[in-house]
């Protein structure tokens, strides 16, 4: 069974400032998915990045990138200049090749200090 | 308007009265799957299903049943609800399994 592990339960940072979210999964497949999820106060869950692990490129979207290290099995998010509508929880999410079973981790709070 | 919705959104019961949530979505996805969200745990998935009358069990499907008789419909059972199931749960759809996850707004449940 995969695990998803999100070690940081909570974080801030800085308006304008740069940061990193950890994320570490187990697995035994060699080609998966890799997700982070954010959750504002309103609940609602929004993709904000995705990455298929046989692409070794790391994905970008606008301010938010990923650092995908497959040997360790490490997937960070890193936000910058952190805006104060970044503030949310963010889910990291793993997906096997067949799409069935999505697992998340346990999230991580972000605050932002204006 | 692509969407996913749940009803209700917000629902107080008491121990053992059956209740079904609905989830419906418009985008014609083959993939939808329930979770319930509980701090400090995250999101856990209870069921999914890839294709009509085709479901699976998730991580935590213990007191808890689906059906997918038609593709943009996938409602969660609860038969005899009980305390331990209060939770936020969310209904979710994808095209695939591994694409983006088109979540809904989330169902509030108070188990009393």
């Known amino acids: 069974a995969q695990t998803v592990t999100q070690s940081q339960p909570e974080m801030s940072v800085q308006e304008a400032e740069t940061v990193t979210l950890s994320c570490t999964y187990d697995?035994?497949?060699?080609?998966?998915?890799l997700f982070w999820y954010k959750q504002p106060p309103s609940r609602q869950m929004i993709l904000v990045i995705r990455?298929?692990?046989?692409?070794?490129q790391n994905a970008t979207e606008n301010r938010f990138s990923v650092n995908f290290q497959k040997a360790a099995k490490s997937f960070s998010l890193k936000i910058s200049d952190s805006q104060l509508g970044d503030a949310a929880m963010y889910f990291c999410?793993?997906?096997?090749?067949?799409?069935?079973?999505?697992?998340f981790g346990t999230g991580t709070r972000l605050t932002i200090i204006p | 308007e692509a969407q996913v919705t749940q009803n209700p959104r917000y629902l107080i019961t008491v121990t053992g009265k059956k209740l079904t949530v609905t989830c419906s979505q418009n985008?014609?996805?083959?993939?939808m799957s329930w979770y319930r969200q509980d701090p400090g745990l995250g999101l856990r998935q209870i069921y999914y299903s890839m294709n009509v009358e085709v479901t699976d069990k998730g991580d935590v499907p213990e007191g808890y049943k689906v059906s997918r008789k038609e593709k943009r419909n996938f409602p969660l059972i609860l038969e005899s609800p009980s305390p331990n199931q209060t939770s936020l749960y969310f209904c979710?759809?994808?095209?695939?399994?591994?694409?983006?996850?088109?979540f809904g707004p989330g169902t509030r449940l108070t188990v009393l």
């Open positions: 985008m014609n996805h083959e993939y």
């Open positions: 979710a759809s994808s095209l695939k399994g591994t694409d983006t996850q088109y």
């Open positions: 697995t035994s497949e060699s080609d998966y998915y």
């Open positions: 990455q298929e692990a046989y692409k070794q």
């Open positions: 999410a793993f997906s096997p090749l067949a799409g069935e079973k999505l697992t």
